[in-house]
């Protein structure tokens, strides 16, 4: 026996191992309490630990209504600011005012005429919906990838979501132009993304068997992503009249954004969402690894296709509007997971509201840094990103694969 200290509260416990995870043998209990147990005292089964599960109160991982409050605030604030932002100025008290004389009963008369009235809700607030809906899908999707696959570096391309959205949308571009095209490129998109991550689930669980492996699945994501990127090549090859534009819609951008692109991906950002904020227990569980998982009485395979499924549904819906912006997933998971929590009971929900703000302030930058033209908003995100992924890998001690 190995006495060592508890990661969370630094009492004294004596464990088997000594290894993060490892459990008191001295303690008997059955699955279903086990499971509960291991949601809200992730490393340890010290007499602290049990004791506030005994009393129905984490002592780790809990989101804290300080912190909630707190991200709903800097996710207020960005939607507030870049509704303000543009070459027709507006303040954000009269924006404010304009939004509360939406809402019955209340009595508040907008101050905004005609012309600024159509400014906010129809040129600038779809953009900045759009916005916010695509980071918080990126984002919350990043972090459920990183506890199903226990790597650190993964997001919501890995499982070749992009590739396949790409070859969906080159197809459009180089083949169906004008109006038509235009109508089909989210679906066509979309349809990419969904079948190249079933070629992907369907190549790694062949391989690994009934349990599933993460591994597997990283690696069959690698070579669908691979096979995905080397179609998309042959046909911009055959089509070189339609590079820039496949060029730009892959660097990503939220530019003449619509309601309509909003009513395309807000039923599968809020139906994906949900899903992953309510298995956000179960990540901490998956965290562990499939042995452990599955010694409390998990069904690991559907619960890892189900948090799949529904990471890549909603990320597909995402890119499906705005092309692909990367290491939205990266940045905002681990930026919580460093100054807030490691537990996916916070980073889950944090990721969603964080994701959302960290986009709609990205694209501020994408379109006043070059004003009046706009950069792509994924060659923004990627300046912050690529150093930010470095560092990761940097801190990252072991990536599972």
């Not at 506030?52 to 960005?78: E, M």
């Not at 690698?222 to 534009?245: C, E, H, K, P, S």
């Not at 890892?304 to 890549?312: D, E, F, G, M, Y």
Request: hydrophobic content about 55%; overall charge positive; proline content about 4%.
């Amino acid at each position: 026996m190995i006495d060592k200290e508890c990661a969370l509260c630094c009492a004294p416990m004596v464990c088997s191992a000594g290894a993060p995870g490892c459990w008191c043998e001295q303690l008997l209990l059955d699955s279903e309490a086990s499971r509960a147990l291991r949601a809200v005292a992730d490393n340890c089964v010290c007499k602290d630990c049990l004791g506030g599960y005994a009393q129905g109160s984490p002592v780790n991982g809990r989101l804290s209504l300080r912190v909630t409050v707190a991200a709903a605030l800097v996710l207020l604030g960005s939607l507030l600011l870049a509704l303000t932002i543009g070459p027709y100025p507006i303040g954000p008290v009269a924006i404010a005012q304009g939004a509360l004389s939406h809402i019955p009963l209340l009595g508040v008369r907008s101050p905004l005429n005609t012309v600024e009235s159509a400014i906010v809700w129809q040129i600038r607030a779809p953009r900045v919906v759009l916005g916010a809906l695509v980071g918080g899908m990126l984002a919350v999707s990043g972090s459920a990838y990183q506890g199903v696959f226990r790597n650190a570096l993964a997001d919501p391309y890995l499982l070749g979501v992009s590739a396949g959205a790409g070859v969906g949308a080159t197809i459009v571009i180089a083949y169906a132009g004008g109006t038509a095209g235009t109508e089909l490129l989210p679906l066509a998109a979309f349809a990419g993304a969904v079948l190249a991550v079933v070629i992907t689930y369907a190549l790694g669980t062949s391989v690994v068997g009934s349990a599933g492996g993460s591994g597997a699945l990283i690696l069959a994501g690698v070579a669908v992503a691979a096979f995905m990127t080397a179609i998309q090549t042959l046909l911009q090859q055959r089509q070189t009249q339609t590079l820039q534009a496949v060029y730009s819609w892959i660097l990503g951008g939220l530019a003449g954004a619509s309601w309509h692109e909003v009513a395309i991906a807000a039923p599968y950002v809020i139906l994906s969402a949900g899903v992953l904020v309510a298995h956000r227990r179960v990540l901490d569980v998956l965290s562990l690894g499939d042995e452990e998982a599955l010694s409390l009485g998990m069904n690991v395979r559907r619960t890892r296709l189900v948090i799949v499924a529904a990471a890549t549904i909603g990320t597909a819906g995402a890119v499906a509007v705005s092309g692909l912006i990367g290491f939205v997933g990266i940045i905002v998971p681990h930026t919580i997971r460093m100054t807030v929590s490691s537990s996916y009971r916070a980073i889950v929900p944090l990721s969603l509201l964080l994701g959302a703000a960290f986009l709609v302030l990205t694209d501020i930058l994408a379109r006043t840094l070059l004003s009046p033209a706009e950069l792509p908003i994924g060659v923004v995100t990627a300046f912050f990103g690529a150093p930010f992924f470095a560092l990761v890998l940097r801190r990252s001690r072991v990536l599972t694969l």
